[in-house]
């Protein structure tokens, strides 16, 4: 009987779950979109029952439209939006508040106290983090401090912590695993990426009780069970991964030097450095990647964040309204030459990597009478690839490593005139894979080693292929001469929010 892997993939605006064969092909898929929640400014919100809701109904979907039945399932990996944060009542599994999204600044104060406190360097030298708002630790202390008897219950030992990929992982168990893995625990600014522990003094100092946390496990290991009833057979759940470090694994940089850049919502640029956790000292995260087994070593990762990327397309279409789906920004941006000087920095919540500014805002400068609404779409290409400049930037800066190329992934990945633009503003080829779906894939690899559905990274190495590469043809003169513009550009963006 033919067998297959199932990847879940709980994104920030969607849900998806698509079924792998032996090849790394895919054999089904399903997708649904769920409402974004922006109580006011700054702030952004999920229902997790909508969360919960759309990830079984693509699972289901996903199996039905390939045919295949659960018991046909070797195994079920997880991939997940990482550091937003779900509180939930250990009796009955509802949630108590809303998931508080990783995009959240609702806590920035909070990381100004704890930067005036002294916290920063502890932080950083512990959980290889920065001390902000986007990280799950502080949306958690935020939550204890303001939904009413919620740290009473904490107390009690009632109300449970999770990052998403421990939510649905409670929910597919049926209650019976409280469990998060070792790439997920690293972005809760909670966790020390070196004793591999929660960190008792963080958590004092946010007043978390311990009793609401996750227990940590590998990223590829047999986990436990789904309930048969949820998809029609007791499915091993055998890996789970943070959506960028599972990308990682799915574009099989399993040596340390190789990197990746997820061009998603956000733009997430990760660097493999193997077993060293490398401390940076521009700006960038040190997170760990993955483990594959009980006792093994960890991976460990340089990373840079964009917080806003594809959103930035996606408000052009819906907050704008100046085009009618994202894919047509490839078209409109190539109809001009160049953006006209147009910069648009979409701080929309603030800079992340290498800037860190909670206050930055969305801005757009250089604007002329004879800016027309395919400069700002062009100015919005632009911005993805220069904030992915940024990272790469500061990446060279703390490993030494100079990139030879950078492998591609993401819904934008698609879009050839972004790549081509990312390649001319790097001075780097840009690969883009064959199956882009590359942060599902992760998932189904971890999965599918802990059951041995795969034999091990070198079999999983041979299914990697290039479908496009993008190779610069911009002189360096004015590629440097764009960048500085760009630079220009971000310093009036940067702390505007503070008045």
């Known amino acids: 009987m033919t067998t297959y892997i199932l990847a879940l993939d709980q994104g920030t605006t969607s849900s998806r779950a698509i079924l792998f064969d032996r090849a790394g092909r895919i054999a089904g898929v399903a997708q649904e979109e769920f409402f974004q929640i922006y109580p006011q400014p700054g702030w952004v919100e999920h229902d997790p029952e909508a969360i919960w809701n759309t990830q079984l109904n693509t699972a289901r979907q996903a199996l039905a439209r390939a045919g295949v039945e659960a018991s046909q399932v070797a195994a079920i990996g997880l991939t997940n939006q990482r550091e937003t944060t779900v509180v939930w009542d ?9 998931a508080i999204v990783w995009q959240c600044r609702r806590t920035a104060p909070l990381c100004d106290r704890l930067r005036a ?5 502890p932080i950083r030298a512990r959980t290889g983090l920065v001390v902000d708002a986007y990280f799950s630790g502080t949306k958690l202390a935020w939550l204890l401090d303001h939904v009413p008897g919620l740290r009473q219950k904490a107390g009690r030992g009632q109300a449970l912590f999770g990052t998403i990929d421990t939510f649905l992982i409670w929910r597919l168990s049926g209650g019976r695993l409280h469990i998060t893995d070792v790439s997920n625990a690293s972005r809760t600014m ?3 990426i070196h004793t591999l522990d929660w960190d008792e003094e963080i958590l004092a100092e946010l007043r978390i009780p311990r009793a609401m946390l996750p227990q940590v496990r590998p990223s590829s290991q047999l986990y436990g069970l789904a309930d048969a009833g949820l998809l029609g057979a007791a499915v091993p759940i055998a890996g789970a991964a943070g959506d960028q470090q599972a990308a990682l694994f799915g574009q099989t940089c399993f040596a340390p030097g190789q990197a990746k850049n997820t061009y998603g919502t956000g733009c997430f640029l990760l660097l493999n450095t193997g077993r060293q956790a490398v401390a940076s000292r521009h700006g960038l995260l040190t997170t760990v990647a993955w483990q594959l087994a009980d006792g093994d070593a960890v991976t460990y990762a340089l990373e840079g964040s964009v917080f806003i990327a594809g959103a930035a397309i996606q408000w052009l279409r819906d907050g704008l309204g100046i085009i009618t789906h994202a894919a047509e920004s490839q078209a409109l941006a190539g109809d001009v030459a160049d953006s006209g000087g147009v910069y648009f920095v ?25 800016t027309d609404r395919r400069h700002l779409v062009r100015a919005a290409l632009e911005a993805i690839c220069y904030q992915s400049r940024d990272l790469l930037e500061a990446m060279a800066a703390d490993s030494g490593i100079r990139l030879q190329a950078l492998r591609a992934d993401g819904g934008a990945a698609a879009n050839d005139l972004l790549l081509q633009l990312q390649a001319d503003l790097l001075g780097v080829a840009v690969q883009r894979p064959a199956i882009t779906e590359t942060t599902a894939l992760g998932a189904a690899y971890l999965a599918g080693l802990a059951v041995g559905y795969w034999s091990g990274l070198d079999e999983i190495a041979t299914q990697w292929r290039a479908e496009a590469e993008f190779t610069p043809t911009m002189p360096a003169e004015r590629r440097d001469a764009l960048y500085a513009g760009w630079q220009r550009a971000v310093e009036r963006a940067r702390g505007w929010a503070m008045g």
């Open 90 to 98: 250990r009796e009955t599994g509802n949630p108590l508040y809303n």
């Open 117 to 121: 406190d002294g916290w920063a360097d």
């Open 190 to 192: 909670l966790y020390n």
């Open 346 to 370: 979409p701080a929309f919540v603030g800079l992340g990597a290498p800037y860190w500014d909670a206050y930055a805002r969305g801005t757009i400068v250089g604007l002329t009478r004879g």
